[in-house]
C-alpha cells in the first residue's frame, strides 16, 4: 500500500497562486499515475489533473491553462501548481495513486488538504 500525504494548502485571495505536494512512500518510478482530485462541500469528488509515470498529463477543462501538475521522482513527490485561482476552486484536495503489480489495480488515497480561495 503506498502511503500518501498531501501539504500546502490554505487560505488565498481570488487570483492568487498556491502549489499543493504530494508525498509518496514509494519511488515514484513505481507508481503507474498519480491524480489529484477535489471535492466541495455538497459535490461528489472531482478529478482536476493526473500525470502518469512517463509524464503524460490531463486536466479538468475548468483547471486547464491555470494548474500544472508535475513530479520530481528525486523526492517522490508529485506537485500541483495553481495560479489564478476562483472561489470555485475552494475545495479539499487530495492525491491518488494507481499501482499496477501482476495485473492488479492498487488505488491509495491521501487524506486531503483544504484550499480555500476568497473573493
Known amino acids: 500500500q503506498v502511503q500518501l500525504v498531501e501539504s500546502g494548502g490554505g487560505l488565498v485571495q481570488a487570483g492568487g497562486s498556491l502549489r499543493l505536494s504530494c508525498a509518496a512512500s514509494?519511488?515514484?518510478?513505481?507508481?503507474?499515475?498519480i491524480g489529484w482530485y477535489r471535492q466541495a462541500p455538497g459535490n461528489q469528488r472531482e478529478l482536476v489533473a493526473t500525470?502518469?509515470?512517463?509524464?503524460?498529463?490531463n486536466y479538468a477543462d475548468s483547471v486547464k491553462g491555470r494548474f500544472t501538475i508535475s513530479r520530481d521522482n528525486a523526492k517522490n513527490t508529485v506537485y500541483l501548481q495553481m495560479n489564478s485561482l476562483k472561489p470555485e476552486d475552494t475545495a479539499v484536495y487530495y492525491c491518488?495513486?494507481?499501482?499496477?503489480?501482476?495485473?492488479?489495480?492498487?488505488?491509495?488515497w491521501g487524506q486531503g488538504t483544504q484550499v480555500t480561495v476568497s473573493s
Open positions: 500525470i502518469t509515470n512517463d509524464d503524460s498529463t
Open positions: 514509494v519511488s515514484t518510478f513505481r507508481i503507474n499515475a
Open positions: 491518488k495513486a494507481i499501482r499496477v503489480v501482476a495485473g492488479t489495480t492498487f488505488a491509495s
